[in-house]
Protein backbone atom coordinates (compact mmCIF):
# COMPACT_ATOMS: atom_id res chain seq x y z
CA UNK A 1 0.00 0.00 0.00
CA UNK A 2 1.39 3.14 -1.05
CA UNK A 3 -1.25 4.99 1.22
CA UNK A 4 -1.77 4.88 4.95
CA UNK A 5 -3.78 5.77 7.65
CA UNK A 6 -1.71 6.61 10.79
CA UNK A 7 -3.18 9.35 12.42
CA UNK A 8 -0.66 12.82 11.72
CA UNK A 9 -2.39 15.85 13.05
CA UNK A 10 -2.05 15.74 17.23
CA UNK A 11 -3.78 19.26 18.08
CA UNK A 12 -3.03 18.50 21.50
CA UNK A 13 1.22 18.72 20.48
CA UNK A 14 0.47 22.39 19.64
CA UNK A 15 0.15 24.31 22.61
CA UNK A 16 4.03 23.09 23.72
CA UNK A 17 5.35 23.75 20.59
CA UNK A 18 3.42 27.57 20.32
CA UNK A 19 5.22 28.12 23.53
CA UNK A 20 8.62 27.51 22.57
CA UNK A 21 8.45 29.02 19.49
CA UNK A 22 7.11 31.95 21.34
CA UNK A 23 10.07 31.96 23.90
CA UNK A 24 12.59 32.50 20.65
CA UNK A 25 10.27 34.97 19.23
CA UNK A 26 10.57 36.99 22.29
CA UNK A 27 14.64 36.49 22.37
CA UNK A 28 14.53 37.72 18.97
CA UNK A 29 13.22 40.93 20.09
CA UNK A 30 10.17 40.20 17.40
CA UNK A 31 6.58 40.90 17.92
CA UNK A 32 5.26 37.69 15.90
CA UNK A 33 6.92 35.15 13.45
CA UNK A 34 5.57 33.60 9.77
CA UNK A 35 5.19 30.14 9.05
CA UNK A 36 3.96 29.49 5.52
CA UNK A 37 3.03 25.32 4.68
CA UNK A 38 5.90 26.56 1.83
CA UNK A 39 9.36 24.73 1.18
CA UNK A 40 12.05 26.89 -0.33
CA UNK A 41 11.02 25.43 -3.79
CA UNK A 42 7.66 27.19 -2.97
CA UNK A 43 5.41 23.64 -4.45
CA UNK A 44 2.52 23.27 -2.87
CA UNK A 45 3.93 19.83 -1.49
CA UNK A 46 6.57 19.84 1.00
CA UNK A 47 8.79 17.17 2.56
CA UNK A 48 8.68 15.78 6.31
CA UNK A 49 11.24 17.98 7.18
CA UNK A 50 9.82 20.84 5.60
CA UNK A 51 6.40 20.34 7.08
CA UNK A 52 6.88 23.23 9.74
CA UNK A 53 3.05 24.23 9.53
CA UNK A 54 2.34 21.09 10.20
CA UNK A 55 4.27 20.35 13.22
CA UNK A 56 3.51 23.80 14.70
CA UNK A 57 -0.24 23.51 14.16
CA UNK A 58 -1.79 20.18 13.41
CA UNK A 59 -2.91 21.36 10.04
CA UNK A 60 -1.89 19.33 7.37
CA UNK A 61 -3.92 20.79 4.54
CA UNK A 62 -1.75 21.96 0.91
CA UNK A 63 -1.73 25.91 1.69
CA UNK A 64 -2.22 28.10 4.54
CA UNK A 65 0.45 29.67 6.66
CA UNK A 66 0.35 30.76 10.56
CA UNK A 67 1.09 34.51 11.67
CA UNK A 68 2.32 33.96 15.34
CA UNK A 69 2.05 36.72 17.83
CA UNK A 70 2.62 37.10 21.37
CA UNK A 71 -1.38 36.82 20.85
CA UNK A 72 -3.36 35.61 19.11
CA UNK A 73 -1.74 32.65 16.34
CA UNK A 74 -3.74 33.00 13.15
CA UNK A 75 -4.03 29.83 11.05
CA UNK A 76 -4.47 31.90 7.19
CA UNK A 77 -6.68 28.32 5.15
CA UNK A 78 -9.00 28.97 2.26
CA UNK A 79 -12.35 27.79 1.76
CA UNK A 80 -10.87 24.39 1.11
CA UNK A 81 -10.40 23.93 4.62
CA UNK A 82 -12.06 25.86 6.64
CA UNK A 83 -13.56 22.26 8.70
CA UNK A 84 -10.40 20.16 8.10
CA UNK A 85 -8.67 22.86 10.16
CA UNK A 86 -11.22 23.26 12.94
CA UNK A 87 -10.78 19.37 13.77
CA UNK A 88 -6.74 19.45 13.55
CA UNK A 89 -5.67 22.47 15.64
CA UNK A 90 -6.26 23.50 18.95
CA UNK A 91 -8.88 26.25 18.81
CA UNK A 92 -8.13 27.51 22.39
CA UNK A 93 -4.71 28.20 20.99
CA UNK A 94 -4.93 28.86 17.08
CA UNK A 95 -7.22 30.99 15.65
CA UNK A 96 -8.43 29.66 11.74
CA UNK A 97 -8.63 33.26 9.64
CA UNK A 98 -10.55 33.14 6.46
CA UNK A 99 -7.91 34.11 3.98
CA UNK A 100 -7.91 35.27 1.45
CA UNK A 101 -10.88 37.19 2.45
CA UNK A 102 -8.88 38.11 5.06
CA UNK A 103 -5.36 39.40 4.15
CA UNK A 104 -2.38 39.06 6.19
CA UNK A 105 -1.75 42.71 6.09
CA UNK A 106 -4.64 43.96 7.54
CA UNK A 107 -4.73 41.65 10.37
CA UNK A 108 -1.39 42.16 11.22
CA UNK A 109 -2.51 45.99 11.64
CA UNK A 110 -5.26 44.85 13.85
CA UNK A 111 -3.10 43.05 16.01
CA UNK A 112 -0.79 45.00 15.99
CA UNK A 113 -1.74 48.62 15.80
CA UNK A 114 1.23 50.02 17.69
CA UNK A 115 3.53 48.39 15.46
CA UNK A 116 6.26 45.89 15.76
CA UNK A 117 8.58 43.76 14.09
CA UNK A 118 7.50 40.46 12.79
CA UNK A 119 9.98 38.11 11.49
CA UNK A 120 9.85 35.44 8.06
CA UNK A 121 12.25 33.64 6.46
CA UNK A 122 13.91 34.87 3.19
CA UNK A 123 14.28 31.23 2.21
CA UNK A 124 10.41 30.63 2.35
CA UNK A 125 8.58 33.35 0.96
CA UNK A 126 8.70 34.62 -2.52
CA UNK A 127 9.54 38.57 -3.34
CA UNK A 128 6.01 39.22 -4.79
CA UNK A 129 4.69 37.94 -1.59
CA UNK A 130 7.00 39.94 0.46
CA UNK A 131 5.69 42.88 -1.48
CA UNK A 132 2.28 42.65 -1.86
CA UNK A 133 2.22 42.37 2.27
CA UNK A 134 5.19 45.78 2.62
CA UNK A 135 2.47 47.87 0.54
CA UNK A 136 -0.66 46.49 2.62
CA UNK A 137 1.66 47.76 5.86
CA UNK A 138 2.62 51.23 4.35
CA UNK A 139 1.12 53.06 6.55
CA UNK A 140 1.54 50.93 9.82
CA UNK A 141 4.34 51.01 12.03
CA UNK A 142 5.20 47.13 11.19
CA UNK A 143 8.22 46.10 10.03
CA UNK A 144 9.06 42.88 8.29
CA UNK A 145 12.54 41.51 9.38
CA UNK A 146 14.33 38.14 7.19
CA UNK A 147 16.29 36.16 9.59
CA UNK A 148 16.67 32.35 9.89
CA UNK A 149 13.36 29.99 10.77
CA UNK A 150 12.88 30.05 14.70
CA UNK A 151 10.74 27.05 14.05
CA UNK A 152 13.57 25.17 12.91
CA UNK A 153 15.47 26.05 16.19
CA UNK A 154 12.67 24.58 18.20
CA UNK A 155 12.13 21.29 16.20
CA UNK A 156 14.58 18.73 17.93
CA UNK A 157 13.75 15.88 15.80
CA UNK A 158 13.16 17.55 12.58
CA UNK A 159 13.52 14.48 9.51
CA UNK A 160 16.65 14.35 7.12
CA UNK A 161 16.37 15.36 3.68
CA UNK A 162 15.34 12.67 1.25
CA UNK A 163 17.37 10.69 -1.02
CA UNK A 164 15.13 8.65 -3.25
CA UNK A 165 16.89 7.98 -6.49
CA UNK A 166 16.63 10.46 -9.33
CA UNK A 167 15.77 8.38 -12.57
CA UNK A 168 15.70 9.54 -16.44
CA UNK A 169 12.39 10.45 -18.21
CA UNK A 170 12.89 8.46 -21.59
CA UNK A 171 11.87 10.60 -25.01
CA UNK A 172 9.20 7.96 -25.15
CA UNK A 173 7.13 9.99 -22.69
CA UNK A 174 9.00 13.12 -22.59
CA UNK A 175 8.60 13.64 -25.85
CA UNK A 176 11.26 15.98 -26.54
CA UNK A 177 14.83 15.75 -25.58
CA UNK A 178 15.49 17.79 -22.66
CA UNK A 179 18.79 19.53 -24.84
CA UNK A 180 16.31 20.75 -27.79
CA UNK A 181 14.63 21.54 -24.57
CA UNK A 182 17.40 23.75 -22.78
CA UNK A 183 18.00 25.04 -26.32
CA UNK A 184 14.56 26.46 -26.66
CA UNK A 185 14.75 27.77 -22.98
CA UNK A 186 17.98 29.59 -23.41
CA UNK A 187 16.53 31.73 -26.39
CA UNK A 188 13.94 32.86 -24.34
CA UNK A 189 16.91 34.08 -21.89
CA UNK A 190 18.27 35.91 -24.44
CA UNK A 191 15.57 37.27 -25.65
CA UNK A 192 15.04 38.81 -22.10
CA UNK A 193 18.34 40.21 -22.19
CA UNK A 194 19.69 37.99 -19.56
CA UNK A 195 23.18 35.60 -19.43
CA UNK A 196 20.73 32.98 -17.24
CA UNK A 197 18.16 31.82 -15.54
CA UNK A 198 17.36 30.73 -11.72
CA UNK A 199 15.04 27.66 -11.70
CA UNK A 200 13.88 26.41 -8.17
CA UNK A 201 10.56 24.44 -8.72
CA UNK A 202 11.22 20.49 -8.53
CA UNK A 203 8.62 19.66 -11.59
CA UNK A 204 9.81 22.52 -13.74
CA UNK A 205 13.76 21.47 -13.20
CA UNK A 206 12.08 17.91 -13.63
CA UNK A 207 10.24 18.65 -16.96
CA UNK A 208 13.48 20.79 -18.43
CA UNK A 209 16.02 18.03 -17.66
CA UNK A 210 13.98 15.19 -18.18
CA UNK A 211 14.32 13.47 -15.08
CA UNK A 212 12.08 12.09 -12.27
CA UNK A 213 12.40 11.38 -8.39
CA UNK A 214 11.00 10.33 -5.28
CA UNK A 215 11.89 13.45 -2.87
CA UNK A 216 8.15 14.31 -2.37
CA UNK A 217 5.66 11.94 -1.20
CA UNK A 218 3.04 11.23 -4.33
CA UNK A 219 4.77 13.64 -6.85
CA UNK A 220 8.20 12.05 -8.69
CA UNK A 221 9.94 15.11 -8.71
CA UNK A 222 13.47 15.99 -7.29
CA UNK A 223 14.17 18.75 -5.04
CA UNK A 224 17.05 20.99 -5.83
CA UNK A 225 17.85 24.19 -7.62
CA UNK A 226 18.97 24.83 -10.98
CA UNK A 227 20.75 27.60 -13.05
CA UNK A 228 19.92 27.30 -17.32
CA UNK A 229 22.78 29.26 -18.83
CA UNK A 230 21.85 31.02 -21.77
CA UNK A 231 24.39 28.71 -24.18
CA UNK A 232 21.37 25.97 -22.82
CA UNK A 233 24.04 24.13 -20.11
CA UNK A 234 22.48 23.86 -16.47
CA UNK A 235 24.02 23.60 -13.10
CA UNK A 236 21.85 21.86 -11.25
CA UNK A 237 22.23 21.37 -7.27
CA UNK A 238 20.91 18.44 -4.97
CA UNK A 239 22.51 15.51 -3.32
CA UNK A 240 24.72 14.40 -5.79
CA UNK A 241 24.79 11.00 -4.83
CA UNK A 242 21.05 10.46 -6.22
CA UNK A 243 21.87 10.59 -9.10
CA UNK A 244 24.81 7.94 -9.62
CA UNK A 245 22.25 5.69 -11.95
CA UNK A 246 21.60 8.83 -14.41
CA UNK A 247 23.53 8.50 -17.86
CA UNK A 248 26.57 11.84 -17.76
CA UNK A 249 25.88 14.70 -19.54
CA UNK A 250 28.65 17.33 -20.53
CA UNK A 251 26.25 19.98 -20.78
CA UNK A 252 24.46 19.20 -17.04
CA UNK A 253 26.69 19.59 -14.28
CA UNK A 254 25.62 18.32 -11.00
CA UNK A 255 26.74 19.79 -7.90
CA UNK A 256 26.05 19.79 -4.21
CA UNK A 257 23.45 21.86 -2.46
CA UNK A 258 26.22 23.87 -0.61
CA UNK A 259 27.50 25.25 -3.54
CA UNK A 260 24.02 27.03 -4.46
CA UNK A 261 24.85 30.01 -2.71
CA UNK A 262 28.50 30.51 -4.43
CA UNK A 263 27.53 29.96 -7.71
CA UNK A 264 25.06 32.66 -7.35
CA UNK A 265 27.65 35.24 -6.18
CA UNK A 266 29.38 34.07 -9.38
CA UNK A 267 26.78 34.75 -11.89
CA UNK A 268 28.02 37.44 -14.38
CA UNK A 269 24.27 39.57 -15.20
CA UNK A 270 21.64 39.84 -15.79
CA UNK A 271 20.09 36.78 -14.09
CA UNK A 272 16.23 35.84 -14.56
CA UNK A 273 14.37 34.79 -11.35
CA UNK A 274 10.72 34.41 -11.08
CA UNK A 275 9.16 36.43 -8.24
CA UNK A 276 6.48 34.68 -7.53
CA UNK A 277 8.37 31.06 -7.35
CA UNK A 278 11.84 31.73 -6.32
CA UNK A 279 12.91 32.17 -2.46
CA UNK A 280 13.55 36.18 -1.78
CA UNK A 281 17.04 34.97 -0.89
CA UNK A 282 18.31 34.58 -3.85
CA UNK A 283 17.41 37.95 -5.01
CA UNK A 284 18.88 38.96 -2.03
CA UNK A 285 22.46 37.13 -3.06
CA UNK A 286 22.51 38.49 -6.07
CA UNK A 287 21.87 42.04 -5.47
CA UNK A 288 24.62 41.75 -2.64
CA UNK A 289 26.88 40.47 -5.52
CA UNK A 290 26.02 43.48 -7.27
CA UNK A 291 24.35 41.25 -10.36
CA UNK A 292 21.52 42.51 -11.92
CA UNK A 293 17.97 40.96 -11.92
CA UNK A 294 15.24 40.27 -14.51
CA UNK A 295 11.84 39.87 -12.60
CA UNK A 296 9.90 37.33 -15.27
CA UNK A 297 8.37 34.18 -15.22
CA UNK A 298 9.83 30.96 -14.60
CA UNK A 299 11.04 29.86 -18.56
CA UNK A 300 9.81 26.15 -17.75
CA UNK A 301 6.55 27.00 -16.77
CA UNK A 302 4.43 27.78 -19.87
CA UNK A 303 6.28 24.72 -21.97
CA UNK A 304 5.57 22.48 -19.51
CA UNK A 305 2.32 23.28 -19.22
CA UNK A 306 1.45 22.76 -22.86
CA UNK A 307 1.73 19.05 -23.47
CA UNK A 308 3.32 17.87 -26.54
CA UNK A 309 1.34 15.24 -29.10
CA UNK A 310 3.57 12.43 -26.84
CA UNK A 311 2.77 13.60 -23.62
CA UNK A 312 -1.14 13.82 -24.74
CA UNK A 313 -1.45 10.24 -26.14
CA UNK A 314 0.33 9.01 -22.80
CA UNK A 315 -2.49 11.17 -21.18
CA UNK A 316 -5.21 8.78 -22.95
CA UNK A 317 -3.53 5.74 -22.36
CA UNK A 318 -3.05 6.35 -19.14
CA UNK A 319 -6.55 7.33 -18.16
CA UNK A 320 -7.57 4.01 -19.94
CA UNK A 321 -5.85 2.04 -17.51
CA UNK A 322 -6.89 3.80 -14.75
CA UNK A 323 -10.36 3.79 -16.22
CA UNK A 324 -10.50 0.13 -15.97
CA UNK A 325 -8.91 -0.02 -12.42
CA UNK A 326 -11.81 2.75 -11.58
CA UNK A 327 -14.85 0.81 -13.48
CA UNK A 328 -13.29 -2.70 -11.50
CA UNK A 329 -13.74 -0.97 -8.68
CA UNK A 330 -16.91 0.73 -9.03
CA UNK A 331 -18.11 -2.60 -9.86
CA UNK A 332 -17.23 -3.74 -6.75
CA UNK A 333 -18.66 -1.20 -4.76
CA UNK A 334 -21.53 -1.46 -5.91
CA UNK A 335 -22.14 -5.10 -4.92
CA UNK A 336 -20.17 -4.77 -1.51
CA UNK A 337 -21.90 -1.74 -0.12
CA UNK A 338 -25.26 -2.97 0.28
CA UNK A 339 -23.73 -5.57 2.61
CA UNK A 340 -22.54 -3.65 5.03
CA UNK A 341 -19.56 -4.19 7.06
CA UNK A 342 -17.19 -1.46 4.63
CA UNK A 343 -15.18 1.51 6.23
CA UNK A 344 -13.19 4.33 4.41
CA UNK A 345 -10.36 2.76 4.79
CA UNK A 346 -11.62 -0.72 3.17
CA UNK A 347 -12.17 1.44 0.09
CA UNK A 348 -9.42 2.92 -0.33
CA UNK A 349 -7.13 -0.08 0.54
CA UNK A 350 -9.49 -1.66 -2.76
CA UNK A 351 -9.19 0.98 -4.91
CA UNK A 352 -5.63 1.04 -4.55
CA UNK A 353 -5.29 -3.01 -5.16
CA UNK A 354 -7.03 -2.27 -8.45
CA UNK A 355 -4.52 0.19 -9.53
CA UNK A 356 -1.66 -1.77 -8.20
CA UNK A 357 -3.04 -4.76 -10.37
CA UNK A 358 -2.22 -3.22 -13.42
CA UNK A 359 1.51 -3.32 -13.10
CA UNK A 360 2.19 0.16 -14.47
CA UNK A 361 1.48 2.22 -11.18
CA UNK A 362 4.46 3.97 -9.75
CA UNK A 363 2.38 6.18 -7.04
CA UNK A 364 -0.60 7.28 -6.33
CA UNK A 365 -1.16 11.12 -7.60
CA UNK A 366 -2.29 12.08 -3.90
CA UNK A 367 -3.74 10.81 -0.87
CA UNK A 368 -7.26 9.10 -1.32
CA UNK A 369 -10.31 10.94 -0.38
CA UNK A 370 -13.13 8.69 0.36
CA UNK A 371 -15.11 10.53 2.31
CA UNK A 372 -18.56 8.67 3.13
CA UNK A 373 -21.49 11.12 4.62
CA UNK A 374 -20.43 13.81 6.79
CA UNK A 375 -17.09 13.64 5.76
CA UNK A 376 -17.67 14.05 2.27
CA UNK A 377 -18.07 17.96 3.19
CA UNK A 378 -14.45 17.79 3.99
CA UNK A 379 -12.92 18.79 0.92
CA UNK A 380 -9.54 17.18 1.31
CA UNK A 381 -10.27 15.00 4.04
CA UNK A 382 -7.86 12.09 4.61
CA UNK A 383 -9.39 8.98 6.14
CA UNK A 384 -7.23 7.84 8.92
CA UNK A 385 -7.79 5.00 11.72
CA UNK A 386 -9.72 7.63 14.03
CA UNK A 387 -11.97 8.98 11.46
CA UNK A 388 -12.54 5.70 9.65
CA UNK A 389 -16.20 5.86 9.42
CA UNK A 390 -18.73 3.21 7.89
CA UNK A 391 -20.20 3.29 4.99
CA UNK A 392 -23.40 3.42 5.29
CA UNK A 393 -27.54 3.13 3.72
CA UNK A 394 -29.00 6.03 2.59
CA UNK A 395 -25.50 8.49 2.25
CA UNK A 396 -22.99 9.26 -0.33
CA UNK A 397 -19.92 8.23 -0.56
CA UNK A 398 -17.09 10.97 -2.40
CA UNK A 399 -13.88 9.17 -3.92
CA UNK A 400 -11.57 11.65 -5.41
CA UNK A 401 -8.38 9.86 -6.14
CA UNK A 402 -5.38 9.20 -9.01
CA UNK A 403 -2.65 7.45 -9.78
CA UNK A 404 1.00 8.29 -11.13
CA UNK A 405 1.90 6.37 -14.35
CA UNK A 406 5.22 6.86 -16.33
CA UNK A 407 2.95 7.79 -19.12
CA UNK A 408 0.73 10.46 -17.08
CA UNK A 409 -0.79 11.32 -14.11
CA UNK A 410 -5.03 11.18 -13.35
CA UNK A 411 -7.32 12.45 -10.58
CA UNK A 412 -10.82 11.28 -10.96
CA UNK A 413 -13.71 12.02 -8.57
CA UNK A 414 -17.11 10.08 -8.53
CA UNK A 415 -19.79 10.72 -5.91
CA UNK A 416 -22.32 7.45 -5.68
CA UNK A 417 -25.04 6.60 -4.20
CA UNK A 418 -24.97 3.64 -1.10
CA UNK A 419 -28.72 2.79 -1.25
CA UNK A 420 -30.94 5.47 -1.33
CA UNK A 421 -30.54 8.80 -1.00
CA UNK A 422 -32.70 11.84 -0.62
CA UNK A 423 -34.21 14.69 -3.41
CA UNK A 424 -32.12 17.03 -1.92
CA UNK A 425 -28.79 15.07 -2.14
CA UNK A 426 -30.15 14.13 -6.14
CA UNK A 427 -31.01 17.61 -6.56
CA UNK A 428 -27.38 19.13 -5.62
CA UNK A 429 -25.81 16.31 -7.44
CA UNK A 430 -27.52 17.30 -10.46
CA UNK A 431 -26.29 20.64 -10.77
CA UNK A 432 -23.03 19.85 -9.81
CA UNK A 433 -23.40 17.31 -12.80
CA UNK A 434 -24.73 20.30 -14.90
CA UNK A 435 -21.93 22.65 -13.93
CA UNK A 436 -19.05 19.86 -14.94
CA UNK A 437 -20.99 19.16 -18.53
CA UNK A 438 -20.50 23.26 -19.05
CA UNK A 439 -17.54 23.04 -19.04
CA UNK A 440 -16.88 20.07 -21.24
CA UNK A 441 -18.83 21.48 -23.92
CA UNK A 442 -17.22 24.58 -23.75
CA UNK A 443 -16.13 26.50 -26.94
CA UNK A 444 -14.42 29.77 -26.78
CA UNK A 445 -12.16 31.90 -28.45
CA UNK A 446 -8.45 32.36 -28.10
CA UNK A 447 -6.94 34.76 -25.15
CA UNK A 448 -9.92 33.36 -22.77
CA UNK A 449 -8.66 32.80 -19.09
CA UNK A 450 -9.53 30.09 -16.56
CA UNK A 451 -11.66 32.74 -14.54
CA UNK A 452 -13.59 33.80 -17.60
CA UNK A 453 -14.93 30.04 -17.95
CA UNK A 454 -15.39 29.59 -13.71
CA UNK A 455 -18.65 30.99 -14.05
CA UNK A 456 -20.35 28.25 -16.10
CA UNK A 457 -19.81 25.37 -13.75
CA UNK A 458 -21.16 27.41 -11.03
CA UNK A 459 -24.19 28.36 -12.92
CA UNK A 460 -26.52 25.83 -11.36
CA UNK A 461 -25.35 25.81 -8.39
CA UNK A 462 -25.89 29.84 -8.22
CA UNK A 463 -29.26 29.65 -9.53
CA UNK A 464 -30.38 27.61 -5.88
CA UNK A 465 -28.48 29.96 -4.32
CA UNK A 466 -25.25 27.33 -3.61
CA UNK A 467 -21.86 27.35 -4.73
CA UNK A 468 -18.60 25.74 -3.73
CA UNK A 469 -15.29 27.01 -1.82
CA UNK A 470 -12.35 25.93 -4.36
CA UNK A 471 -11.68 26.54 -7.82
CA UNK A 472 -12.99 24.38 -10.40
CA UNK A 473 -9.86 23.01 -12.01
CA UNK A 474 -6.14 22.89 -11.35
CA UNK A 475 -3.56 22.05 -14.28
CA UNK A 476 -1.86 18.30 -13.77
CA UNK A 477 1.76 17.95 -14.85
CA UNK A 478 2.89 14.47 -17.00
CA UNK A 479 4.10 12.09 -14.86
CA UNK A 480 4.73 14.94 -12.51
CA UNK A 481 2.33 17.08 -9.67
CA UNK A 482 -0.87 16.75 -10.02
CA UNK A 483 -1.09 19.93 -9.45
CA UNK A 484 0.44 22.27 -12.06
CA UNK A 485 0.68 25.66 -12.76
CA UNK A 486 0.07 28.22 -14.30
CA UNK A 487 -3.06 26.70 -15.91
CA UNK A 488 -6.36 26.45 -13.75
CA UNK A 489 -10.24 27.24 -13.66
CA UNK A 490 -10.75 29.72 -11.14
CA UNK A 491 -11.78 33.17 -10.21
CA UNK A 492 -8.30 33.80 -9.73
CA UNK A 493 -6.54 32.48 -12.65
CA UNK A 494 -5.67 35.62 -15.15
CA UNK A 495 -3.40 32.90 -17.10
CA UNK A 496 -4.87 32.57 -21.13
CA UNK A 497 -6.08 28.70 -21.62
CA UNK A 498 -3.48 27.37 -24.72
CA UNK A 499 -3.80 23.68 -26.36
CA UNK A 500 -1.77 21.15 -25.03
CA UNK A 501 -2.98 22.19 -21.09
CA UNK A 502 -4.33 19.76 -19.13
CA UNK A 503 -6.75 20.69 -16.73
CA UNK A 504 -9.00 19.06 -14.34
CA UNK A 505 -12.64 19.60 -14.07
CA UNK A 506 -14.34 19.53 -10.61
CA UNK A 507 -17.38 21.45 -9.93
CA UNK A 508 -18.65 20.24 -6.61
CA UNK A 509 -20.77 20.80 -3.89
CA UNK A 510 -20.37 20.36 0.71
CA UNK A 511 -22.76 20.59 2.92
CA UNK A 512 -21.21 20.51 6.58
CA UNK A 513 -21.98 17.44 8.89
CA UNK A 514 -24.58 16.19 6.15
CA UNK A 515 -22.71 15.00 2.88
CA UNK A 516 -20.31 16.05 -0.14
CA UNK A 517 -20.37 16.20 -3.86
CA UNK A 518 -17.60 16.27 -6.57
CA UNK A 519 -17.67 14.77 -10.01
CA UNK A 520 -14.23 15.13 -11.82
CA UNK A 521 -12.54 14.36 -15.20
CA UNK A 522 -9.33 15.14 -16.51
CA UNK A 523 -9.57 17.27 -19.80
CA UNK A 524 -7.10 19.03 -22.27
CA UNK A 525 -7.08 21.99 -23.99
CA UNK A 526 -7.52 21.70 -27.69
CA UNK A 527 -8.19 24.25 -30.98
CA UNK A 528 -11.56 23.68 -31.46
CA UNK A 529 -12.60 22.32 -35.33
CA UNK A 530 -14.73 24.73 -37.26
CA UNK A 531 -18.44 25.01 -37.31
CA UNK A 532 -20.65 25.66 -40.57
CA UNK A 533 -21.48 28.98 -40.62
CA UNK A 534 -19.25 29.95 -37.40
CA UNK A 535 -17.04 33.20 -37.73
CA UNK A 536 -13.53 33.07 -38.76
CA UNK A 537 -11.92 33.26 -35.27
CA UNK A 538 -9.49 30.75 -33.72
CA UNK A 539 -11.33 28.81 -30.91
CA UNK A 540 -10.18 26.12 -28.20
CA UNK A 541 -12.47 23.57 -26.37
CA UNK A 542 -11.68 20.79 -24.03
CA UNK A 543 -10.97 16.97 -25.16
CA UNK A 544 -12.62 14.64 -22.26
CA UNK A 545 -9.76 12.00 -21.16
CA UNK A 546 -11.36 10.61 -18.05
CA UNK A 547 -14.14 7.96 -18.98
CA UNK A 548 -15.78 6.13 -15.99
CA UNK A 549 -19.70 6.45 -15.51
CA UNK A 550 -21.06 9.02 -13.41
CA UNK A 551 -23.69 7.19 -10.76
CA UNK A 552 -26.87 7.59 -12.74
CA UNK A 553 -29.05 7.16 -9.69
CA UNK A 554 -28.38 10.52 -7.98
CA UNK A 555 -29.04 11.96 -11.49
CA UNK A 556 -32.67 14.31 -12.02
CA UNK A 557 -33.19 13.74 -15.42
CA UNK A 558 -35.87 16.33 -15.64
CA UNK A 559 -33.24 18.94 -14.79
CA UNK A 560 -31.22 18.45 -17.54
CA UNK A 561 -31.74 20.08 -20.77
CA UNK A 562 -31.90 18.32 -24.19
CA UNK A 563 -28.09 18.88 -24.80
CA UNK A 564 -26.86 18.10 -21.61
CA UNK A 565 -28.46 14.70 -21.93
CA UNK A 566 -27.29 13.97 -25.05
CA UNK A 567 -23.62 14.81 -23.78
CA UNK A 568 -24.37 12.53 -21.11
CA UNK A 569 -25.29 9.79 -23.16
CA UNK A 570 -22.40 10.38 -25.64
CA UNK A 571 -20.30 10.14 -23.10
CA UNK A 572 -21.63 7.21 -21.30
CA UNK A 573 -21.39 5.47 -24.66
CA UNK A 574 -18.18 6.27 -25.12
CA UNK A 575 -17.23 4.94 -21.65
CA UNK A 576 -18.51 1.62 -22.75
CA UNK A 577 -16.86 1.50 -26.27
CA UNK A 578 -13.32 1.78 -24.92
CA UNK A 579 -13.66 0.10 -21.41
CA UNK A 580 -15.88 -2.60 -22.73
CA UNK A 581 -13.02 -4.88 -24.05
CA UNK A 582 -11.34 -4.60 -21.61
CA UNK A 583 -13.21 -6.13 -18.60
CA UNK A 584 -14.77 -9.04 -18.16
CA UNK A 585 -17.64 -10.76 -16.51
CA UNK A 586 -19.66 -9.29 -14.15
CA UNK A 587 -17.79 -6.22 -14.44
CA UNK A 588 -18.47 -6.07 -17.68
CA UNK A 589 -22.01 -6.53 -16.89
CA UNK A 590 -22.21 -3.63 -14.45
CA UNK A 591 -20.14 -1.25 -17.05
CA UNK A 592 -23.00 -2.18 -19.90
CA UNK A 593 -25.93 -1.47 -17.24
CA UNK A 594 -24.03 1.75 -15.89
CA UNK A 595 -23.76 3.27 -19.51
CA UNK A 596 -27.18 3.12 -20.67
CA UNK A 597 -28.79 5.91 -21.28
CA UNK A 598 -30.80 8.10 -19.06
CA UNK A 599 -33.97 7.31 -20.21
CA UNK A 600 -33.02 3.64 -19.61
CA UNK A 601 -33.46 2.03 -16.13
CA UNK A 602 -31.85 -0.93 -15.23
CA UNK A 603 -32.36 -2.78 -11.75
CA UNK A 604 -28.50 -3.86 -11.83
CA UNK A 605 -27.74 -0.08 -10.63
Avoid at 80 to 88: D, E
Avoid at 110 to 134: C, I, M, R, Y
Avoid at 188 to 200: M, P, Y
Avoid at 250 to 264: K, M
Wanted: with cysteine; net charge negative; charged share 25%.
Amino acid sequence: MFQSFEVTSKPEDGPARLARLRVEITREGLDGFLVPRADAHQGEYVAPRDARLAWLTGFTGSAGFCAVLADPAGVFVDGRYRTQVKSQVDLAHFSPVDWPEVQLGEWLKEALPNGGSVGFDPWLHTQSELDKLEEALAESAIEMRPMANLVDRVWAERPAKSNGKIIAHPIEFAGESSASKRTRLAKVITDHGAQSAVITLPDSICWLLNIRGSDIERNPVVQGFAILHEDARVDLFTTPEKASDLPTDADIHLQDWANFTPALQALNGPVMVDQGSAPIEVGNILRAAGTEIIYAQDPCILPKARKNTIEIAGARAAHLRDGVAMVQFLAWLNDAAPKGGLHEIDVVQKLEGFRQATNALRDISFETICGAGPNGAIIHYRVNTDSNRAISGGELLLVDSGGQYRDGTTDITRTVAVGTVGAEEKACFTRVLQGMIAISRARFPKGVTGRDLDPLARYPLWLAGQDFDHGTGHGVGSYLSVHEGPQRISRLSEVPLKAGMILSNEPGYYREGAFGIRIENLIVVQDAPMLEGADARDMLAFETLAYVPIDRRLIVADMLSGGEREWLDVYHARTLEMLGPLVKGDVRDWLVAACAPLSACNSRL
